[in-house]
């Protein structure tokens, strides 16, 4: 069974820095991205970064320049550093990873519980 479990965030004062990090990953066979998206109440769950197996990043035009996305074939693990925190960067933040668990099967996608991160004004 995959989970995902990520570890990190909680509360800073803007223009402040945060990092995230995430593990569970080794259950999965095969990986095509491994990053992390957020979620505020009411709203759709959007992207902020990804990474793929080959460590080729995509970032949200709004986290561009700030944060930085990062993995760990050998601890198999990916981490987000978050600089220049702005307060609308405040929500809850999910690992995610899209793989399978097999040889065979379609490639899903896992997620971990969340943590939440609040940047103060």
């Known amino acids: 069974q995959v989970q995902l479990v990520e570890s990190g965030g909680g509360l800073v004062q803007a223009g402040g820095s945060l990092g995230l990090s995430c593990a569970g990953f080794?259950?999965?066979?095969?990986?095509?991205?491994m990053g992390w998206y957020r979620q505020v109440p009411g709203k759709q769950r959007e992207l902020v970064a990804v990474i793929t197996t080959g460590g080729l990043p995509t970032y949200a035009d709004f986290v561009k320049g700030r944060f930085t996305i990062s993995r760990d074939n050998v601890e198999k693990t990916v981490s987000l550093q978050m600089n220049r925190l702005k307060p609308e960067d405040t929500a809850v933040y999910y690992c995610n990873a899209n793989g399978r668990p097999g040889i065979v099967g379609s490639a899903r996608d896992y997620w971990g519980q969340g943590t939440q991160v609040t940047v103060s004004s």
């Open positions: 080794e259950r999965l066979f095969a990986i095509n991205t």
